[in-house]
């Protein structure tokens, strides 16, 4: 009999329900929230409420575009953590209350898990997944780690960021260009269109595989200052060749640790995943250093690279087969690492 995992995930601004049959998509919904649109950023308390809002749609319609009944799910996995506490005790709670009225067990999830094993999910029955060993750099909006991925259970963090995350860069750096929230796609767009030698930004010098952007941030921020000094219209006038110089200079910090680890480990296969492995330079730097170097790259779907519940199922469905369920009384978690 097949092993049908519905996956919830509620940790941020997405509620998001997927269907995985043996490993195989069947479903995968998203309800993104624009209620935080007008205030830069994600207010916590709407989020909650507008999950509450989704939940029960969006649960409702990935079990039908799965074609399935909710007889057939076998268990049911749920984002537990790390996320917006109110956010995550929505998809918890909805969790446990429809394993409770079907009678069938529950999977907690840790999101960051869940971005790494994104991989495995397969749309085809012949995809290609990953080998073990892997190194997967996973650069979101709250981290940028190198791990090293040796099961789905055990993953090793190499190095991570020790003061901003790589999005925090792409997203502070676009907001003092008055762009809006989040910044990463619009810095994307823009980069596109722009000479990324330019601007010279500060690098870090960290020894080791961790990451920094503060210094970035701040050099980045001292350019505009001064030189809108000058001329108040600078930003409106280099706004491309901004962003491709701020786009160059986040790749090329993000290579050069990579590099370090993939030197280190001696690993074959290299993933990326998380929100900013939806940009266009760093899936191009990424896929070029790894034909270069003769390694097999795993770039994933854009649709797999921000928050979804895909990657919950999926990791729900490693944790099915060791019969790793999760009690009735856990609580969800703010803040947890791998
Ligand atoms: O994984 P994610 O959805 O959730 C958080 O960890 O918050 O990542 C969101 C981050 C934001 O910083 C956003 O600006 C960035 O991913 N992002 C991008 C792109 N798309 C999303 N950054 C650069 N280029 C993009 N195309």
Sequence with gaps: MS????????????????????GLLLSN?????????????????????????????????AIRRAGIS??????IAFTRGPGLLGSLLVGTSFAKG?????????????????????HFVREQENDEVPEFPFLCLLISGGNSQLILVKSPFDMEILGQTIDD???????????????????????????????PTRFKFAKPRI???????????????????????????????????????????????????LDKAVKLTGVRTVAIGGGVSANSGVRQAVAQYCDRHGLK???????????????????????????????YDAAPYARVTL
């Design 207 to 257: 020894d080791g595989l961790d990451y920094s952007f503060s210094g970035l941030k701040t050099s980045f921020l001292y350019t505009l200052r001064d030189n809108v000094k000058v001329n108040p219209d600078f930003v409106k006038e280099n706004m491309a060749d901004l962003a491709a110089s701020l786009q160059r200079t986040i790749i090329d910090i993000l290579i050069d640790k």
């Design 297 to 327: 790259a795993f770039i994933p779907k854009r649709m797999f690279t921000t928050d979804n519940a895909a990657m919950v199922a999926i990791a729900g469905y490693f944790k099915y087969q060791k019969k790793d369920f999760c009690h």
């Design 165 to 195: 995350a790589a999005g925090e860069a792409f997203d502070k750096c676009a907001k003092v260009m008055g762009l809006p929230y989040p910044g990463g796609p619009h810095i994307d767009r823009l980069a596109a269109e722009g000479d």
């Design 3 to 22: 092993i049908i995992i519905l996956g919830i995930e509620s940790s941020c601004d997405d509620t998001g329900a997927a269907v995985i049959s043996d």
């Design 70 to 75: 909710k007889n057939d799910i076998s268990a």
């Design 98 to 118: 429809m394993s409770l009225g079907l009678h069938i067990p529950i999977i907690d999830v840790n999101h960051l898990h869940g971005h790494v094993l994104s």
């Design 29 to 61: 919904v998203l309800a993104s929230q624009k209620v935080h649109e007008e205030y830069g950023g994600v207010v916590p308390e709407l989020a909650s409420r507008a999950h509450q809002q989704n939940i029960v749609p969006v649960v409702d319609t």
